[in-house]
């Protein structure tokens, strides 16, 4: 397949070996032919608003300075070019001061240039060579409210590697986001672990019970029609009942998916919009007042909030994954960011934030770090929570000797196939025309069908998967 042999390599698509989510030479390749190589979210633009406003941004060993200069955004590894000290941590604004080494005082501005080093006398001129003094940069490309940044210089571009994912999600006005808030937590799981419980809906039934109990009759896609009895039938008023139950349900469970402001529009609605006698006609007519309600309130306030009808007619997952890391969730405007990185070959780091569309003249205020949370904490939204006792318990399953691989369904687990096929490119050494190409698809919604990503084992067939969608079908 590429230049390099690539220990527990996936073989066939339906299996993913369970070495690769606990192995040190697995975790050490992809430290060395992964994470140098992808583009990866490094901040939210909001937290570097203002000329001279850094933050930090850490994945394993490397540390990585984002700014914001004066004509644009730049990176910056993290190290003074005279004895490798690190420059900052956390965040601040450099305008005036710049950056200043607290080991010897060299100084280097907001466009890395070096602009004083204590005791030149004292050095030769090929130490003080111009051309070695400056910050070392990192490439950036801008998407989506965010800065994406990627140490290899040869890459293709942002857009190459999402580019049909980010042209989905833009007419949702994902560069207007803001955070609301924000925590994360280190769980005790390999990273891709933790990444797979987001990746389909099958464990919702058993892992989140109060939201599979207001599911409306039929709406469970995992359930065959043969395989129990009649769904018990409801008039339309009773089904919209259930609806904006379950969204509460995920509002409280999800809160940015959906926002308390858009349940209250809901509950605002269920009592006095005429209703069709038709169940089914009903919840199309509730969701099409539901989001030109959430529209024309958000627009009177200077909300930018996008035509929610307009973007419903153009049924699209709503649930989406940017390789390789990256998770924005939706239902209406706002949206659930996830984004997971590794610490060691059982842990990562696991970030949540809500986000939020603002009026134009009341924007938030300065972003903070993240604040650390532990795994039971009640911030944490009670959905998550669920997730993080499943986690842990599963990478420590992984050892068992009587389990061997993980076994997918093609039809609603292939993104975890596809993605995971994908690293095997990068740690293989295929080349970066495939690779991008093999991104686009990667990058997907919630229970995805396994697909041919261009190399590797090929699907040993294909499913059509109907997938969930803000109108959902009434049986």
């Known amino acids: 397949m590429g230049k390099r042999d690539v220990p527990f390599a996936i073989t066939h698509p339906e299996r993913i070996p369970k070495e690769r989510y606990y192995d040190e030479t697995f975790f050490k390749l992809e430290n060395e032919h992964f994470w140098p190589r992808v583009w990866q979210m490094a901040c939210r633009l909001e937290e570097i608003p203002e000329i001279g406003d850094w933050t930090e941004y850490r994945i394993l060993d490397r540390s990585v300075i984002i700014v914001r200069a004066v004509e644009d955004v730049k990176a910056y590894h993290n190290a003074c070019t005279h004895r490798g000290m690190k420059l900052a941590e956390g965040c601040g604004n450099a305008k005036g001061s710049g950056f200043i080494c607290p080991f010897h005082g060299w100084r280097f501005d907001i466009d890395g240039q070096n602009t004083y080093v204590h005791g030149r006398q004292l050095f030769s001129d090929e130490m003080l060579d111009p051309g070695e003094l400056n910050l070392a940069p990192i490439r950036v490309e801008l998407w989506g409210g965010c800065a994406f940044i990627n140490f290899d210089d040869h890459a293709a571009s942002l857009m190459d590697y999402i580019g049909p994912i980010a042209r989905r999600l833009d007419p949702h006005n994902v560069a207007d986001l803001k955070i609301e808030w924000r925590l994360e937590a280190v769980v005790p799981a390999n ?253 997907a919604g919630l229970d995805w069908p396994i697909e041919d990503i261009g190399f590797g084992p090929a699907p040993v067939q294909t499913a059509e998967v109907e997938h969930f969608s803000t109108k959902p079908k009434f049986k």
């Open 191 to 443: 990273w891709k672990l933790a990444m797979e419980a987001f990746m389909e809906g099958l464990h919702v039934m058993r892992t989140h019970p109060e939201l599979h109990e207001v599911m409306l009759p039929g709406m469970d896609p995992y359930v065959s029609p043969t395989a129990s009895a009649s769904p018990t039938k409801m008039d339309s008023r009773q089904a919209i009942e259930r609806l904006v139950e379950m969204n509460s349900v995920l509002s409280q469970g999800m809160s940015g998916m959906v926002h308390a402001n858009d349940v209250a529009i809901m509950q605002d609605l269920k009592d006095t919009l005429e209703l069709p006698d038709d169940p089914g006609e009903a919840i199309g007519h509730f969701f099409t007042n539901v989001n030109a309600e959430i529209t024309r309130r958000g627009r009177e306030r200077g909300v930018p909030v996008p035509d929610l009808n307009e973007l419903s007619a153009h049924p699209d997952p709503l649930r989406r994954f940017v390789f390789p890391n990256y998770f924005l969730l939706t239902q209406f405007g706002n949206m659930t960011m996830y984004r997971i990185r590794p610490l060691t070959p059982e842990s990562c780091l696991f970030e949540e934030a809500s986000l939020i569309l603002y009026p134009k003249d009341d924007q938030p205020p300065r972003l903070m770090p993240a604040e650390r949370v532990e795994l039971d904490d009640p911030r944490l939204p009670p959905i998550t929570q669920q997730d993080f006792c499943n986690i842990p318990r599963q990478q420590e399953g992984l050892h068992a000797p009587g389990f061997k691989f993980m076994r997918l369904s093609s039809s609603i687990e292939g993104l975890i196939s596809n993605y995971q096929r994908l690293i095997d490119g990068f740690l293989g050494g295929v080349e970066e025309k495939k690779l991008a190409a093999a991104s686009q698809i990667a990058s």
